[in-house]
Each structure stands twice: as C-alpha cells, then as structure tokens.
C-alpha cells in the first residue's frame, strides 16, 4: 500500500470512530440525567459538590472509584452511615473515628458539613451498574436476619453488626478490624446485657479512654438485639 | 542539530528534569504516609501530597513534548523556528503557571479534581501558553509547507491535547458528568493526543538514530497511531462502566480497550526491526536504551497491565484499587516518561555540541529506573490484589485490608528508592555528561 492510502485509512478511520464515539457519548449524556436522579440535584447538593472539590477530598479518597486510594471511597457512604454521623465525622473525623490513619479536621463550616452531606447522599443513589458489588460478608449478613426476624432474640445481631461497621475496628472470630478489642469472647467479659446497651450509648459510661463512637442513636429495638448478640459471643 | 533556533528546546529540557526530580521526592512522602502514621498531616496532608506528585509528572512531560516539538520543527521543516521569543515567553508562561499550582496545593487552594487540580485562573493561562506554542509551531511549519507525516501527527496530537484540556475547566453540577468528561481530557490525553506525539517523536528520534529510510518509518507510524485512535477513542468506554453510564459500555469499552495493547505491540516490534536493520551506526546508545526499552515498558505498563483489568467481569472488582495505581505508574512511566527521556538523550549532545563523551553513567541509570519501575509496579499489583480480595470480595473493611497490604507498600517504598537512585544519577549525568573531564 502506498503511503498516501495509508494515510487516507488513518484519517478516514480516525473520523469513523471518533464519529462512533461522539454518538454514544451523546446517548449517554442523554441517560444520564435520569440514571442520577437529576431532579433531586438541589442546590445545597452542588453547595456540597463545590464543598467537595474546595477540600479536594478527591486525593484522599475515591469517588466512582476515581481519586486518591489512600482512604475510602465515598461512592456509596450514604448507604451505609446516616446523614448524622457522617455530620459528626465531618466535623471531627477523629474524634469519631479513631483510625491509625489519620484524616485531618478541616476548616468547613456546618453550612459546608450540611452541603456536604446532602452531597454524598445524592451521590449514592447515582445508578452506577451496581458498582462496588456487595461483598460476601456484607451480603451474608442481611441474610442471616431475614431468615430469622423476630423469632429468636438477638438474631439481627450480626446483621446490625455489619450495618453500623463495627467490624471497622472489632474482629470476631478473625475477621475485622484491629482498632478496637477483639469480641470474639466479649459475652464472657460482659455477660450483663443491659451493661452491654448502656455501653453501647455511651462506650465512655463504662471505659473512660474508650475512643468508640457512641451508638446512641440507634433505635432502643436494635440496641437490644446487637447486645443480645453480643452476650451470646462467649 | 541543523537549525541555530532548535536550542529553544533547551530550558524546556532543563526544567522538565528538575520537575522529575522534584516529582520523585513527593512520591515517596506519598507511598510513606500509607506505610507510617503520619507526622505532616497538618502541613503537608496525602491529598496535597499527591496533587503535586501526580502535577509535576504532567507539567514536567509536557515541557518535554514542547521542547521535543521545539527540537524537531526546525529540523523536519528545515527552516528556523518561527519566533525564538514566543517560545520563550511561552516557557516562562508554562514555568509560572506550574509553579504558582504547586504553591497554591501547599496552601491548600484546588479546583478539586484530580490531575486537574490547577485553580481556574492557572488554568486559563496554560491554555494562553498552549495557543502560543500552538501558534508559533504552525507558523514555523507554513513557511516551507513540508507536512511530513511526523510533522502531521505531531501537531494533530497537540492540537488534540489543547482541545480535550478545555473540557476539564469547567464546573458542572452533575458529578457524573463532570466525570464523564474529566476522561475526555485524561483517557484522550493518555490513550489519544500524547500517543500521536508520543508515536511522532519515536519516530524522528529512531529516523536519525538509524537512517531508515523515511516512507517506511512513516508508513509505520501512521498504522500504529491509527490503531491507536481506533482502538483508543472508543476504548474510553473502560471508564463508563461505573460513574452513571449506561451499561452498553460494558461491550463497546471492553471490546475496543482489549484491543488496545495491539498498536503498543507494533510498535515494539517496529522498533526492534528498524533498530536491527540500520543503516548508521548508533553512536547514541544512551538514546537508544530509552527507545527500545521504553517502547517494550509501553507494552508492559500500559498494554498488558492496562489489559489485566479492563474487561468489565474484572474490573467491578478492582476499580479504584492500588491495581489502578500500579497500572498508572508502570503505563506513565512506559509510555511517556520513558520517551522524554529518549528525547532529551538523543538531543542533548546535539544541544551542547558534543562528539564523544562517556555514556555509561546514563546506561546505568537507564538499568536502575527500569529496574526499580518493575518492581514497584510488581509490588502495588500484589499490594491490590490484596486490596481486591479481602476488601472488595471477602468485604472486610477498607482501613484493616490497607494492613495486610503494609508489607506491599514497604517493598514499593524501597522499589521506589531504587528508582529515585537511577533518576538522581540521570539528572547528574543531564547537567554533568560531556562537560570538561567527563569525555572519554
């Protein structure tokens, strides 16, 4: 082939696929509105986007699974802890997550908090193709309590356990985070069950150093169960 | 060197080592702080830490494709540059504007998207940069009107980069299509606009380096880079899998991306024969380490690390993993780090006038960073593969796996000493080789 047809290959493909491209980015601009939920982009939730590029929180953590992997990814955040705490984490990461690494407490106003959190809560129900899949601990245990709700107390227990992210920083039967004690045998060292609950609502009722985030804001039914579960664990 | 106004590549050159070197030292404060509680997180925090780090690489790889340009207009022109002046305010234009980002990140000011952290006003003022360089390039090349291939696919690929750069200034509500776009400019930068010039300057530098004829180093560059572009432009669709896109992208991003090692491959191969069936001898040979072992570091870096994850079925699982950080590190470094370099030997004895001087000193440190990338790379692939697993699949939470990973971004943080080692020795042999005493 001459240099000339190659060239005219080059260029004429070149059209033909930048041509493809343009039309399926035009569909999905198209999509994309509905697929994340452009009707409830308020905007305190653009405040919160502003909010978060000011902060560039995005070196740190992942978003969509795009950013600095040094932290977690905020992508689904809101699924998993409520517009309070993130509040409270937001305002004094540290003291409400005590982790050996250590995210800064930044200069934000509670206006920028609030943004922030509106934010984050829009952001997870953006539709991203069920992205990051459900892991087989977190899908295990929403099972174990539907199969048993209500029935035996204490049966939502792990379910609870896994939802408020106490394995963050507790490890039962070796699996978990090493930041707080290991509760594999805690039922033995605090058999009491109501101890267990006033624990539970305030770590520092019972340990004075304790660095646990208190849980008090869990409804009292959930307190019971996660205490029940947590005496049975002898 | 045929033309006295070649020599404006020269500061280009020299700033562009200097951001290296800086660069490098940002990345190990960077891969420290995953490893040790840390000690600056009020004076110098891991987002400020890796905005510099992951700036300096693009501001220091784009002063080396201006100077590289600067270099080879003149000569594929075969007139004298345009105006030496624009290229030198330019250069301070471009010198200032990265400066004044790095200094705003250690304030803690950022537009807050990554790689495109620069605040809006530094931003307009590259994009002033660009039209000038842009400007000045074209008007070089219309005084003769020799549109050589190179020369063609060099300047398409600048204009290509100024153009998908706009599409990352402006604030969109929408964080997904903010996103959407943000790949416009990085994946059409990486995968797009810096192969054509990437895939140009290869192809000037291997021309001289072994007096091939020019048809079939051309004929070759426009298949590669045409291969590139087709299968580049809609492999984009490997970031659409996750951030609001539809799941079409699954197939049309799949497909294309896996397609993409192919073009790197030729042009390992094309390489490799142009160099076996030379016709000169290659006095250069610092030269041509960078270009045969850079071209063979593109496949691996960019091609089969780039491959290993871009299939959907793989990537739900290790998107935004250290897999992506070990990817981006071998991938920069192979494809575009590598050919800087090989431009910058290639040229600087031509720019200083030398005939014969010692090359072992830059052979070495050619062996030292290959070495100390591979094996960084190596470790942040084990360190996300632990990462995968007991994070994404098993589901324990983010902060216990980045303890199993520690022993990973140890030995990263020693791979990265090794590399820091060979590209210190590079930038005393930049500023050293040739000089009185040095000339064997």
């Given at each position: ?48 986007k502003h909010a978060w590029q000011k902060y560039n929180c995005n070196d740190c ?43 800064p407490?930044l200069p934000m106003s509670?206006?920028e ?122 | ?25 940002f ?15 009020y004076v110098l925090p891991f987002n400020q830490s890796r905005a510099i780090h992951i700036n300096l690489?693009?501001f ?36 200032a504007a990265g400066v004044a980002s790095i200094v705003s990140y250690l304030l803690g000011y950022s537009w807050g998207m990554p790689f495109l952290e620069q605040p809006t006003a530094f931003k307009a003022v590259i ?41 990352g200034i402006?604030f ?269």
């Open positions: 082939m001459t240099q000339a047809s190659i060239r005219n290959i080059f260029i004429g493909g070149t059209v033909f696929f930048s041509l493809l491209f343009l039309y399926l980015s035009y569909d999905s601009l198209r999509q994309m509105p509905l697929r994340t939920n452009e009707a409830t982009l308020t905007p305190q939730v653009v405040a919160g953590h992942t978003i969509l699974g795009i950013g600095g992997y040094y932290a977690p990814d905020i992508t689904k955040v809101a699924t998993y802890r409520d517009a309070d705490w993130l509040g409270r984490f937001l305002k004094d990461p540290e003291g409400v997550w005590a982790a050996k690494r250590r995210m407490k509670d206006a908090v609030g943004d922030l959190v509106a934010f984050m809560g829009w952001v997870s129900k953006i539709d991203t193709n069920d992205w990051p899949r459900k892991p087989m601990l977190a899908a295990g245990a929403p099972a174990v309590s539907s199969q048993a709700q209500g029935r035996v107390p204490g049966s939502e227990g792990p379910m609870l356990f896994a939802r408020n992210g106490c394995q963050g920083c507790h490890k039962i039967n070796g699996v978990g985070g090493a930041i707080g004690p290991d509760l594999t045998h805690v039922g033995s060292r605090l058999p009491d069950k109501q101890a267990q609950i006033s624990h539970l609502r305030d770590p520092r009722s019972i340990h004075p150093q304790s660095s646990m985030p208190a849980f008090g804001k869990m409804s009292e039914h959930d307190l019971e169960e996660l205490a029940e579960y947590l005496v049975s664990l002898k | 060197m045929t033309h006295a106004t070649q020599r404006e590549a020269y500061p280009y050159f020299v700033l562009a080592v200097l951001l290296f070197g800086l660069q490098l030292i990345g190990i404060l960077t891969i420290a702080k995953y490893i040790w509680p840390d000690p600056l997180l690489l693009v220091w790889l784009l002063l080396g494709f201006m100077g590289g340009t600067y270099y080879m207009i003149p000569e594929e022109s075969e007139t004298e540059l345009f105006s030496p002046l624009i290229a030198r305010i330019q250069f301070w234009l471009i010198a994009v002033v940069a660009a039209l000038m360089f842009l400007y000045n390039v074209f008007r070089t090349v219309l005084k003769t009107g020799k549109w050589t291939a190179i020369q063609g696919v060099l300047l398409g690929g600048m204009v290509f980069l100024a153009v998908m750069f706009l599409f402006v969109m509500k929408n964080l997904a299509t903010q996103y959407f776009f943000w790949w416009w400019v990085i994946h059409l930068w990486v995968e797009g606009a810096w192969e054509l010039i990437a895939g140009a300057i290869l192809a000037f530098v291997l021309l001289k380096l072994t007096g091939i004829d020019r048809p079939i180093i051309e004929k070759w560059l426009y298949i590669e880079v045409g291969l590139v572009l087709f299968t580049g432009i809609v492999g984009t669709g490997h970031h659409y899998y996750w951030i609001g896109t539809p799941a079409y992208w699954y197939w049309w991003g799949g497909i294309f991306s896996a397609l993409e090692p192919l073009p790197i491959l030729f042009m390992v191969l094309d390489t490799m024969r142009h160099v076996r069936e030379k016709k000169l001898v290659i006095k250069n040979r610092v030269a041509l380490h960078w270009a045969v072992g850079g071209a063979w570091f593109h496949f691996v870096g960019a091609g089969v690390w780039g491959f290993g994850h871009t299939l959907p079925q793989i990537n739900v699982w290790t998107h935004g993993t250290q897999i992506t950080a070990a990817h981006g590190h071998m991938a920069f470094f192979g494809a575009y780090a590598t050919l800087n370099l090989m431009m910058i030997y290639f040229t600087l004895p031509k720019l200083r006038g030398w005939e014969d001087y010692s090359q072992s000193r830059g052979i070495a440190a050619f062996w030292i960073m290959i070495s100390g990338m591979l094996l960084m790379g190596l470790a942040l692939t084990v360190s996300g593969i632990v990462q995968t697993y007991f994070n994404r699949i098993i589901g324990i939470d983010f902060l216990t796996t980045q303890e199993y990973m520690r022993l990973w971004f140890e030995v990263a943080l020693a791979s990265a000493a090794l590399f820091a080692a060979g590209a210190y020795i590079f930038i005393y042999d930049f500023f050293k080789a040739g000089r009185a005493g040095a000339r064997t």
